[in-house]
């Protein structure tokens, strides 16, 4: 099956996969989708396992000024361990109702929509979590139509096992690789997604 670059950036709504293996690729990509969205009025939030600080300055260095966004809590940084894992289990359940409440606060608040992006390199300290990682991914994509909701999931290919990349492809409308944007030809609709085996490339 061949696959369809669509854009250079994630588009509105939409749920993507971003495979990169270069720090640079990564903070492109960041500063980009970032800017965009605080452009658009949206609320962004970025999970991730590197300090706040760390990750605000790295953004930084690409010549965007986010600190007014920071301040103005336009743009929220959370930890990825007690995003992910609050007890050392990941909670598939628990993360779509943070994400639901999430978008309820930021219409409240009078944002246009949410934009996510969230690091997954913390799959690393939870053996065996694919299945349940996956199946969480599927039902993401069940909230695109209930708010103008968009996510990233940023998935590091030398450091996360193929199990979990393949599973990562399955659950994603799109992906993205070197900086493009692909309609998925390997994508399974939430509701069907119930555990399948990962696709052989």
């Known amino acids: 099956m061949k696959s369809a670059v669509v854009a250079n950036l994630p588009g509105i709504q939409s749920h993507t996969s971003f495979f990169y ?8 990509l960041l500063a980009n989708y970032f800017s965009t969205g605080l452009e658009l009025g949206e609320r962004c939030i970025m999970v991730t396992g590197i300090s706040p600080r760390k990750v605000l300055d790295d953004l930084q260095s690409m010549g965007v000024d986010f600190m007014p966004a920071v ?9 990825a361990q007690t995003t ?3 007890d050392g ?3 598939g359940k628990k993360m779509l109702s943070n994400i639901r409440n999430f978008m309820d606060e930021t219409a409240e608040k009078g944002f246009t929509g949410l934009r996510t992006a969230g690091e997954m390199d913390w799959v690393l ?3 065996g979590v694919d299945d349940h990682l996956a199946s969480y991914e599927a039902e993401v994509n069940a909230l695109l139509n ?7 999931c940023l998935y590091h ?4 096992s193929p199990s979990i990349l ?9 992906f993205m690789y070197d900086q493009a944007v692909y309609d998925n030809p390997y994508y399974v609709a939430f509701q069907e997604f119930s555990g399948l085996a990962p696709p052989r490339f």
């Open 157 to 160: 290919t030398q450091l996360l």
């Open 166 to 174: 393949k599973r990562a492809v399955l659950t994603h409308p799109e």
């Open 89 to 91: 289990t990941f909670n």
């Open 125 to 127: 300290e939870v053996p």
């Open 21 to 28: 293996d270069s720090e640079k690729q990564r903070l492109e």
């Open 71 to 79: 301040a103005d809590e336009k743009l929220i940084i959370f930890n």
């Open 146 to 152: 209930m708010f103008r909701f968009t996510g990233l």
């Open 84 to 86: 992910y894992l609050p």
